[in-house]
């Protein structure tokens, strides 16, 4: 695209210090032979508006985590479809006309299924009820999911989930957090949306070996969740599956302003964010 001099971006969170997605977005542009510098921010919300505003004219884009991904909505001028879909934008784009806001972790979310071989869900279960939870029902619904169960420590906060399942021709239940499905079947698959070692839920043996977990966080990795998968013979997806998926949809945007857009070489360039972490 053009805006040749617009050559800075940065992941935005507080804290940051750990995020890996530098290692993988330089990977990505070095690929691409782009002289591009990515770095990472400590901005919190209150301070989000403030570092967009000094944001010149070499600014290209920002990849935001939570809570960023729901502040950074009022200043938006423009919005992809999927942005007002799940309430949340995790990648912006500067231009000319003003901000652009995009959500590729719904694609991150059915692409890292697909690389593990999963092309298609009926029945899941998420724990978790907040934005990532949101991203994950879009995500899974891409790949047939009829059904999700929800659960959430604080359910009344994740009531808003079942609308937008209803949304996408989803039916969304949310119980409390220890409270499991009533009929007793194995959903296909568990995504666990929590922070890397919040999770005290403990599953049974024949869940673990049938069910394919689904884990977004990654430090620390395995996760307890994780091992108790592996150690039943059960099929785990890491959150840096999701983390390199969802910045193949940034560098996209950032690159060709378009999250669908494949990128020239993108095996190539996707193997070099991958060896990156």
Same mark, same amino acid.
């Given at each position: ?108 979310? *059915? /692409?890292?299924?697909? !690389? $593990? &071989? ?8 998420? +724990?978790?009820?907040? %934005? ?93 969740? *994780? /091992?108790?998968?592996? !150690? $039943? &013979? ?8 999701? +983390?390199?998926?969802? %910045? ?30």
């Amino acid at each position: 695209m053009g805006d040749a001099g617009r050559t800075r971006l940065a992941v935005l969170g507080s804290p940051i210090s750990h995020s890996k997605s530098p290692l993988i977005h330089r990977a990505a542009y070095r690929a691409l032979g782009l002289d591009w510098a990515y770095v990472a921010a400590d901005v919190d919300g209150p301070h989000l508006a403030d570092f967009v505003e000094r944001c010149d004219s070499s600014w290209r884009g920002l990849s935001l985590t939570m809570p960023l991904k729901r502040d950074v909505l009022p200043l938006l001028e423009h919005r992809h479809p999927l942005v007002d879909v799940v309430g949340a934008a995790n990648t912006v784009l500067f231009t000319d006309d003003g901000l652009h806001g995009f959500n590729t972790d719904v694609h991150g979310v *059915a /692409q890292s299924f697909r !690389d $593990a &071989g999963v092309e298609s869900l009926g029945y899941v279960q998420v +724990l978790g009820g907040g %934005a990532t939870a949101a991203s994950v029902i879009a995500g899974v619904a891409q790949l047939g999911a009829g059904k999700v169960l929800v659960s959430a420590r604080t359910p009344a906060k994740a009531e808003p989930l079942v609308a937008l399942g209803e949304s996408l021709g989803v039916a969304v239940t949310v119980r409390a957090w220890a409270i499991q499905d009533r009929s007793l079947i194995a959903p296909d698959a568990i995504v666990s949306t929590v922070p890397g070692g919040q999770n005290d839920l403990v599953f049974a043996e024949p869940i673990r070996a049938a069910s394919v977990l689904f884990d977004v966080a990654y430090d620390p990795w395995p996760s307890r969740l *994780a /091992q108790d998968w592996v !150690d $039943a &013979g059960g099929t785990v997806i890491s959150g840096l599956d999701l +983390l390199v998926n969802q %910045a193949v949809g940034q560098v996209r945007v950032f690159v060709g302003g378009d999250p669908e857009l494949p990128l020239e070489r993108e095996a190539e360039v996707v193997a070099a964010m991958r060896a990156a972490v």
